[in-house]
């Protein structure tokens, strides 16, 4: 039986990464909303590693803080320690990475959902969704409440048909022993969905009481101050540290002789796992000549002493687990406190989605998240602001939000998902980016903030700081390029000062600092700027100036991708109807329905002839429509 | 709507080797004007008037031909959009060497069909012609792709996979080092980077080379020798060999069962494909022999279809004969030292007034008339080496020319101090080029390799 419990604007259904970013942009866009979770003790819950950011995902955190998301501010207050990696490479690819204090993580998060005016936090598992002439109108939960909404997001992650394995033991179950959702999942088959299954892992966690960290390397957060969130001004400065130590022969010998206990290898596991998170046991299988693996021993929090294995996903039966870390360096005596395991899922395949992440099958029904096919806190987040933005403008009746592969990682990662789907889970990475070098950690409030704004989601106030900013950059390095040095004695001595060489003919300052041996701060010393500049104005105009001929180089390229993006696929096309495709094109387009032909063109096995038919077939219509 | 400018070869070789190159496109006469030397500037003369003048390498200031141009100005073109048209006179290499410079200009080489597609899209083509522009367009495709195929197959496609997988295990290990910082791969260090890119320079040089010569990339008519077993084919075959010298070809032979030769018969060079390559007994044979007739004719731009003499008409002739409509064809009636058992008169019915001429390859006589034939058949157009043959070879180039520019970048960029991960911007874009030219840029590739070269994860 089942009852009328109320009515809202948009309901999300799971509070994982996805879900919370999800309905906190539903609700401070203005929509009521509802937020219906398995557990109010597992919000945002990270079930793997206790860390976000790292290249890519970093940079996709800022995108989201830009946007007005949740993510970069919840991790700002509550890590254990931060570290901007790759300074030593171009500005393109910096990346700041926090290791997150779990439990306060959640807590923080929980807040949040809880003080969010119009938004309505509920522990319930959700069966089924209520559709009505095909359309999704709200949901059903377990203990037959009925919620009535104008649309729903659905993140539940990793939990569809959820099922743990650790060597011979197999059973039912979401994430960490969670429930799994399996009602939900038959009735997403039957509506018509086509899932797949994939797997992932976990290592065993360790108690910190009994390792040696004596025997490793110690690995502290920066001393500078970080943050993700452009907005926020207060740092933790008690740091907590990881250690390093490596696996060895007697470990690599240990799991050659236990092999055949790996399900892996006795065919247990019908799931497909991502290559980028290999178990150990695969490691070392694939990697045979490799003689060491790292292992960071990370903490889960600052009230625990429960301690993350970084490196030793594993679903190797517990007995070896046990005996695996105790031929690790530093670990002889550790406590295990959770065992490793691997977890298949059920996933949508992504290309029934539109670039809205609204599914073509059922209108009215977002999807953004593990369910997605890809994998990461991050990742789940990106995919849950942007669905519920365009839910919520669903409600409004206005057009959704599309970030294009020259705006942002999380346009790199959706246009990935909906255009080429994919068959393992899906992990940003910087390669996957045509445009890396707009794409910097730096500026992606200089690329997202006004579209934040537009959306609602950046208030008024924070936008009128960031317009400050903006006019500053963009006056100073005018200024620059205006400055010019005259060749005479005095100017040489100090560029010698500076440990540059002597300039043949007058020089504009713009120019001077794109010799790599000088830096705004050089510059200044020749040409101070009329009002004192932040250190993120200065740092802009610096990174603007010096690789302007790059970045040039790629707005290039941007130029020609957005001719194609703009031209639109009307929505008339026929597929079954244009004579000459291909037959695999025609399937493929079919399928994916693309929006633009730039989206066409990146379809696999749609070529240029294909596009040209396309372009003659929509002409024709056009004319004659 | 796209109006980035195109090029491409209009005709085919005519009697005085004149080949016309098309450009089309809102730059097409300022561009042009970057490598023509005449009385006036392009740029400034009146529209449907015709100049003379010269092409110019613009770097060398070398002459590369003697040509009339003709510049047509928008909209009164078949494109509406700005036309030039140049008339080369210098042969095969000029059309190919002035293609290059075009291109080094910043002109795209034209997609299969585009001169029409843009016809059509810019309304100067009837709507109710859209069927057969979509039907010219799939067929010039499908037409490219089986040369790309066939190339695909070849040295060059080798040399330049080599130097791919060379380029992408730089690219996976500097992708690996951004995305996995705290991985204990070794860091590339800009040295490194510098040696590889060398190398593949000077790989790339060597390429460029032997492109340019002409050796590796030049293909030929492709002229399949076709009949029933025993009529002489590969007699034939040999004939036309040994009386010609084989072009020195780097091209390996492609297909198992069926032999490949290069000749140049009269300054034109054909590519041999003999089917006679399998020698066995009774009826079986005949079958498998025409079947592998059959096959060879696909990839034919010409066909040289041999009867006997001294045997009368014979079913399996018929069939192929038959086969024969869809392709520019000369009979050759071998065996005319021994008597004459065939009926002429029944031939012609089936032939009516297509090229045929008798001979004896034992004999050594009418082996110089097949040779005229086949020179006027491809001067008069009849045979049309296909266009794409010598565009993709000038495209190659181009893009090998612009490879080695990028492959230069990096270099620039690191001694200039640029940081490593930005140097690699250009070093992808130079494994995106090498793709093209054999028709593979996948970027997923860079992602599969990242995870096979490197052992990651958590
Ligand atoms: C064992 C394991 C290992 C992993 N390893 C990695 C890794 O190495 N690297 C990496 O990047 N990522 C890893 N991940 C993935 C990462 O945890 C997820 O990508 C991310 O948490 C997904 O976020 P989400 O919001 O989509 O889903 P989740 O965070 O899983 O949240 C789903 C939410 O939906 C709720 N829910 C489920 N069903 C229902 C229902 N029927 N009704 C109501 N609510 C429901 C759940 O309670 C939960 O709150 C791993 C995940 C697991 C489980
Ligand atoms: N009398 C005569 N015999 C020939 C002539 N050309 C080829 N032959 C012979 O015919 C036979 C078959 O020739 P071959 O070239 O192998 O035929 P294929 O099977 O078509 O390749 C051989 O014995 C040749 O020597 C010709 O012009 N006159």
Redesign the interface.
């Known amino acids: 039986m089942s009852y009328h419990a109320s009515t809202y604007d948009v309901v999300v259904i799971g509070a994982g990464h996805a879900g919370c970013e999800a309905a906190l942009a539903a609700a401070r866009m203005g929509c009521q909303t509802l937020l219906l979770t398995l557990s109010l003790d597992t919000i945002a819950y990270m079930p793997c590693n206790p860390s976000i950011g790292g290249p890519a995902k970093g940079h996709v955190v800022r995108e989201l803080d830009a946007l007005g998301g949740e993510m970069g501010k919840n991790i700002d207050k509550t890590h254990i320690q931060m570290r901007m990696l790759n300074t030593g490479k171009g500005p393109a690819v910096y990346a700041l990475r926090a290791q997150a204090d779990k439990v306060l993580y959640q807590r923080e998060m929980k807040k949040v959902l809880e003080e969010e005016p119009n938004l309505t936090l509920h522990q319930n598992m959700v069966e089924k969704l209520l559709i009505q002439d095909g359309v999704c109108k709200g949901v059903i939960t377990r203990t037959g409440a009925e919620y009535h909404a104008e649309t729903v997001v659905l993140t539940t992650g990793t939990y569809l048909r959820g099922k743990i394995i650790i060597g011979d033991l197999q059973y039912e179950s979401g994430p960490n022993n969670q429930q799994p959702s399996v009602n939900l999942a038959l009735h997403l088959q039957e509506l018509g969905f086509n899932m797949v299954r994939f797997k992932t892992g976990t290592p065993p966690r360790i108690n910190s009481r009994t390792i040696d960290t004596s025997k490793m390397e110690i690995q502290p957060g920066d001393e500078e101050p970080r943050a993700f969130s452009f907005e926020t001004t207060e740092y933790i400065t008690d740091q907590l540290p990881c250690w390093l130590t490596y696996t060895n022969e007697k470990t690599h010998q240990y799991i050659q002789d236990n092999l055949h206990r790996a399900p892996m290898y006795s065919g247990k596991i019908e799931g497909r796992g991502p290559r980028y998170c290999p178990s150990i046991e695969d490691k070392i299988v694939r990697f045979a000549d490799k003689n060491r693996h790292q292992i960071f021993i990370e903490p889960e929090g600052r009230e625990t002493l429960e301690m993350y294995v970084q490196g030793l996903s594993t679903s190797l039966p517990e007995d070896v687990q046990q005996d695996i870390l105790r031929t690790i360096d530093g670990l002889e005596k550790a406590e295990m406190v959770r065992t490793g395991y691997a977890i298949e899922y059920d996933a949508i395949v992504p290309t029934q989605l539109w670039p809205s992440l609204e599914t073509k099958l059922v209108p009215g029904l977002f999807t953004a998240g593990q369910i997605n096919g890809t994998s990461g806190y991050e990742e789940a987040a990106a995919q849950g602001i942007m669905a519920g933005i365009n839910a919520a403008r669903k409600v409004q009746g206005k057009e959704p939000v599309i970030l294009d592969r020259s705006e942002a990682y999380i346009g790199v990662l959706i246009d990935d998902l909906v255009t080429k789907g994919t068959n393992e889970p899906y992990r940003l990475l910087t390669s996957r980016a045509e445009y890396r070098l707009l794409l910097r950690h730096d500026n992606a409030d200089l690329r997202l903030t006004d579209k934040g704004y537009d959306i609602g989601l950046i208030k008024e106030e924070r936008y009128g700081r960031f317009v400050a900013k903006r006019d500053a950059i963009e006056k100073e390095i005018a200024r620059l390029r205006k400055t010019k040095l005259t060749p005479n004695a005095e100017v040489q001595a100090q560029l010698a000062v500076l440990g540059t060489s002597e300039i043949n003919n007058v020089m504009e300052l713009a120019n001077l600092i794109k010799r790599p041996e000088l830096s705004y701060q050089d510059i200044m010393k020749l040409s101070p700027p009329p009002e004192k500049l932040s250190e993120e104005v200065m740092e802009q105009v610096e990174i603007q100036l010096k690789y302007e001929g790059y970045i040039q180089k790629s707005l290039q390229q941007v130029e020609k991708m957005k001719r194609m993006e703009e031209k639109r696929i009307p929505h008339w096309v026929d597929y079954t109807k244009v004579s000459g495709l291909s037959s695999e094109s025609r399937e493929k387009l079919q399928q994916v329905q693309p929006v633009s032909l730039g989206q066409a063109s990146r379809i696999s096995g749609v070529n240029p002839a294909d596009i040209s038919i396309l372009m003659i077939y929509i002409e024709q219509g056009g004319r004659t429509a | 709507m796209?109006n980035d400018t195109i090029a491409a070869i209009a005709t085919a070789m005519g009697e005085s080797s004149i080949a016309i190159i098309r450009v089309s496109g809102t730059d097409a006469v300022t561009l042009v004007d970057h490598i023509y030397q005449g009385k006036n500037k392009l740029s400034t003369v009146a529209t449907h008037t015709v100049h003379y003048g010269h092409i110019i390498d613009p770097t060398t200031k070398e002459k590369i031909d003697e040509v009339l141009v003709t510049v047509m100005l928008a909209p009164r073109t078949f494109t509406r959009e700005n036309v030039v048209e140049i008339s080369c006179h210098g042969g095969l290499v000029a059309v190919e060497q002035t293609l290059g410079l075009l291109m080094s200009t910043g002109i795209r080489l034209a997609?299969?069909?585009?001169f029409t597609?843009r016809a059509?899209?810019n309304g100067r083509i009837d709507?109710s012609q859209?069927?057969a522009?979509?039907?010219l367009?799939?067929a010039k495709?499908d037409k490219a792709a089986k040369i790309a195929i066939r190339q695909s197959e070849g040295k060059l496609s080798h040399h330049i996979r080599a130097l791919r997988s060379e380029i992408v295990e730089t690219?996976a290990h500097l992708?690996v080092?951004?995305?996995?910082?705290?991985?204990?791969a070794d860091v590339l260090t800009s040295q490194y980077v510098v040696d590889r890119c060398m190398s593949i320079k000077k790989d790339i040089d060597k390429l460029l080379r032997t492109a340019k010569q002409g050796k590796i990339l030049r293909e030929g008519i492709a002229t399949a020798i076709i009949g029933r077993p025993n009529v002489g084919k590969s007699s034939l075959m040999n004939a036309l060999t040994q009386e010609n010298k084989a072009i020195v070809t780097d091209i390996p032979g492609t297909t198992r069962d069926v032999i490949e030769e290069y000749v140049n018969v009269r300054g034109i060079p054909l590519k041999l494909l003999d089917t006679a390559g399998i020698r066995e007994t009774e009826d079986v044979v005949e079958q498998i022999g025409v079947k592998r007739s059959e096959e060879a004719l696909q990839n034919a731009d010409l066909v040289l279809l041999v009867l006997n003499h001294s045997e009368a008409l014979q079913k399996e002739d018929m069939r192929l004969i038959e086969k024969s409509k869809a392709y520019p064809t000369i009979f050759v009636i071998n065996k005319t030292d021994l008597p004459r058992q065939i009926d002429y008169e029944e031939i012609k019915k089936y032939i009516g007034d297509r090229p045929m001429i008798s001979l004896s390859v034992k004999a050594e006589q009418g082996l110089t008339q097949l040779e005229e034939t086949i020179k006027t058949m491809f001067f008069s157009g009849q045979v049309d080496m296909n266009d794409q043959t010598y565009v993709s070879n000038a495209r190659h180039i181009r893009l090998l020319e612009q490879a080695k520019a990028s492959i230069m970048e990096v270099m620039n960029?690191i001694e200039?101090?640029?940081?490593?991960?930005?140097a690699e911007?250009d070093m992808k874009n130079a494994w995106q080029l090498l793709g093209e030219v054999i028709g593979e840029a996948?970027?997923e590739d860079?992602?599969d390799q990242?995870?096979s070269q490197f052992?990651?994860?958590?």
Do not use: Q, S
């Open positions: 796209e997609e299969p069909g585009e597609k059509f899209l709507l859209a069927e522009v979509i039907d367009i799939r495709t690219l992708a080092n951004v995305d996995y910082p705290e991985y204990d960029g200039l101090g640029v940081p490593l991960d930005m911007i996948v970027a860079l992602i990242i995870f052992c990651l994860g958590k």
